[in-house]
Nanobody, 118 residues
Framework: QVRLRESGGGLVQPGESLRLSCAVS????????MGWYRQAPGKQREMVAT???????NYAESVKGRFTISIDNAKNTVSLQMSALKPEDTAVYYC????????????WGQGTQVTVPS
């Protein structure tokens, strides 16, 4: 069973930065891509950023230019560097690993809270 464990959430002021990390129990070569998603209260979970093993990235429009996703293959970690944080970034952030083998399987971490007060 694949396990993902997020860390790095917290309370920050608008304009500040925060870095989230996700430790993965399997090699990245097992996945089509990995990413970060978030879910704010009363809203659906949404994609924030994804990255392939080769480093191809995709970002939500709302975070382009402010967030950077990266992977460390040696440590099996995927990170999300967030800067210029806004109150609307407040959400629970989830790490995701997507596997395409006999269909699509998504693995999720337990989530980490990021709060940016207005």
């Amino acid at each position: 069973q694949v396990r993902l464990r997020e860390s790095g959430g917290g309370l920050v002021q608008p304009g500040e930065s925060l870095r989230l990390s996700c430790a993965v129990s399997a090699s990245f070569s097992a996945f089509a891509d990995m990413g970060w998603y978030r879910q704010a209260p009363g809203k659906q979970r949404e994609m924030v950023a994804t990255i392939t093993e080769r480093g191809s990235t995709n970002y939500a429009e709302s975070v382009k230019g402010r967030f950077t996703i990266s992977i460390d293959n040696a440590k099996n970690t995927v990170s999300l560097q967030m800067s210029a944080l806004k109150p609307e970034d407040t959400a629970v952030y989830y790490c995701n690993a997507r596997q395409l083998m006999d269909g699509e399987t998504n693995f999720w971490g337990q989530g980490t809270q990021v709060t940016v007060p207005s």
